[in-house]
């Protein structure tokens, strides 16, 4: 999970993942432009958090919050 480390949708991901019980790397990106543009360019959003699941881009934290709510996050998160 890519974050800010003043953000707050971060922060609200980190607790639903870790709600989850699952491991994850966090790489903070504050001030790392370089990062920042790879992001932007692999996922096609500017807003962070990015989450992914391999090579795999997840979104941001609504986006885990709507696949959590449909039950899709839990079959992802053990892929």
Same mark, same amino acid.
């Given at each position: 999970?890519?974050?800010?480390?003043? #953000? +707050?949708? #971060?922060?609200?991901?980190? @607790?639903?993942? *870790?709600?989850? !019980? &699952? %491991?994850?790397? &966090? &790489? *903070?990106?504050? $001030?790392?432009?370089? %990062? /920042?543009?790879?992001? /932007?360019?692999?996922? $096609?959003? +500017?807003?962070?958090?990015? %989450?992914? &699941? !391999?090579?795999?881009?997840? !979104? !941001?934290?609504?986006?885990?919050?709507?696949?959590? @709510?449909? $039950?899709?996050? *839990?079959?992802?998160?053990?892929?």
């Amino acid at each position: 999970m890519y974050i800010l480390n003043w #953000c +707050g949708y #971060c922060h609200a991901a980190r @607790r639903l993942l *870790d709600s989850k !019980g &699952v %491991t994850y790397d &966090v &790489v *903070d990106v504050t $001030g790392d432009d370089d %990062t /920042r543009a790879w992001l /932007r360019s692999t996922t $096609g959003s +500017g807003t962070l958090p990015q %989450t992914f &699941v !391999g090579d795999e881009p997840l !979104g !941001g934290y609504t986006d885990l919050v709507d696949l959590d @709510r449909t $039950g899709k996050l *839990d079959k992802l998160l053990v892929s």
